[in-house]
């Protein structure tokens, strides 16, 4: 098949309305309906979500700076060799149980 036919059904597809036409076509190429990831998380991590974005809306929020001296502080990291330049498992799973805590 030449590219001018094929450029021909990629025009077709485009314009048609028809949803068995397009339907059948997605069936016939074994095309998945991709899940929205947003259905995929807990109802818990989706309130989590919303309810940073409410923050935020509210003007709630701090600078990274900020979060980052709030945590050495709360976590007592002062004396400890932790830094924040190159991220380990250990300070992904601190920043994450301390973000689930109002600052």
């Known amino acids: 098949m030449d590219i001018e ?20 076509i997605k069936s016939l190429l074994k095309i998945e309906d991709q899940a929205d990831f947003w259905d995929q998380l807990s109802g818990e991590d989706q309130e989590a979500i919303n309810e940073g974005i409410r923050q935020l809306d509210e003007g709630k929020s701090v600078s990274y700076e900020e979060a980052k001296d709030q945590l050495t502080e709360r976590l007592n990291f ?26």
């Open 5 to 24: 036919v094929k450029k021909s059904l990629i025009a077709a597809i485009l314009q048609t309305e028809n949803e068995e036409i397009l339907e059948a």
């Open 78 to 103: 002062k004396n400890l060799e932790i830094g924040f330049n190159s991220p380990c498992p250990l300070q992904v799973t601190l920043v994450k149980t301390f973000f689930h805590y109002p600052i």
